[in-house]
């Protein structure tokens, strides 16, 4: 049997599912400057903030 043919593109880069997001301009770039400042990834904060909400109790 041969292997199935593959798909044009970017093959995947992570374990997790690709989410996006609309955010304004602003906001992402000033929350990307801070991240760069503390020496973290933004996909990192966003994932580490999305976490912690979906942790709160109701």
């Known amino acids: 049997m041969s292997e199935a043919p593959r798909r044009p593109g970017r093959p995947a880069t992570g374990l997790t599912p690709l989410l996006n997001v609309r ?7 000033a929350a990307r400057a801070r991240a760069k400042q503390r020496g973290e990834r933004f996909a990192e904060v966003v994932t580490r903030l999305l976490e912690e909400y979906a942790e709160q109790p109701d």
């Open 23 to 29: 955010v304004s301009k602003a906001v992402q770039d």
